[in-house]
């Protein structure tokens, strides 16, 4: 049944994730201008489609084909999993922080170097977000590989029984790499949600003003802040259950790839570009089938 649950959400995800790759990359192709967010949206689509691929090949390879308890196999998918991870991290952290640049109405020098900066170089901070995630799986791939031989002898029930599943360094390395672009989303969040609750407070008294877009645009922020903090906690949960009772909390796992799926399609949502597409191919396949 969670097999059949995660085939389900692999499937929405990537239609969901390839439509959006889709749609930004074919008006790069046609030569239309391609803003910062579409470089990120973009990259954040491609990393969050490759981290369900990795869950689907380890729910059905090393549960379905392989030996459950295949720890060579089962650490390097973990590693390229966790890879993935903290690239949806960093780059869902990028995009609240791009957000704030572009839309907060702050005039301190700081807030305009970075502005500068960090808007008109995207694609670097994409790259570095990338390279960072890489980084953070290097300790606990070093510090793994030489217990796998002893893990795979004495994973048995015995009162120590944590201590042979997974190294704290791995929590540690998890946390260290999550924590960081989570606190930048959250600063980010903070400054922009208030810069737009007191720029509608200002202007409420104005009744010939449409202030809709920004209340969407605080709905968007505080559900990117909610939705990535609820990411952090479900997977340090399971890692930290993994640790203690060496058992996995698939249900949460696949709970946790279902949510990234839900943002990206609330994305689609607040994107007029995206919407509009997305409506022309439903009524597409509506007039298909209707024929």
């Known amino acids: 049944g969670l097999l059949a649950l995660a085939l389900i959400g692999l499937i929405a995800g990537l239609v969901i994730h390839s439509f959006i790759i889709g749609v930004n990359v074919t008006d790069w192709w046609k030569g239309r201008p391609v803003t910062s967010v579409d470089h990120i949206v973009t990259s954040l689509g491609i990393s969050r489609m490759c981290t369900q691929c990795t869950k689907a090949i380890s729910l059905t390879v090393i549960w379905l084909v392989l030996n459950r308890h295949d720890f060579y196999v089962s650490w390097v998918i973990s590693m390229v999993y966790l890879f993935f991870t903290h690239v949806n991290f960093w780059l869902t952290s990028l995009l609240s922080v791009v957000f704030c640049l572009k839309i907060s109405n702050f005039h301190t020098r700081l807030f305009l170097y970075l502005r500068g900066m960090i808007v008109h170089r995207t694609i670097y901070f994409i790259v570095a977000s990338v390279l960072l995630s890489a980084f953070n799986c290097v300790m606990p791939l070093t510090t793994g590989l030489p217990n ?144």
């Open 148 to 291: 796998l031989n002893r893990d795979k002898i004495y994973n048995t029930i015995m009162a120590n029984l944590s201590m042979h599943c997974t190294s704290i360094k791995y929590i540690y390395a998890y946390t260290l790499g999550a924590i960081i672009p989570l606190l930048f989303l959250i600063i980010s969040s903070v400054l922009l949600f208030s810069s737009l609750y007191h720029h509608t407070t200002k202007m409420a008294s104005n009744l010939s003003i449409n202030l809709e877009t920004y209340y969407s645009l605080m709905k968007f922020v505080s559900l990117t802040f909610i939705y990535n903090t609820l990411y952090f906690i479900g997977h340090f949960v399971c890692i930290l259950y993994y640790y203690f009772y060496c058992l996995h909390l698939t249900w949460l796992c696949i709970v946790m790839d279902v949510l990234p799926v839900l943002h990206s399609s609330y994305l689609i949502y607040r994107t007029p570009r995206l919407r509009i597409q997305m409506s022309n191919v439903l009524q597409y396949l509506s007039d298909s089938v209707s024929q």
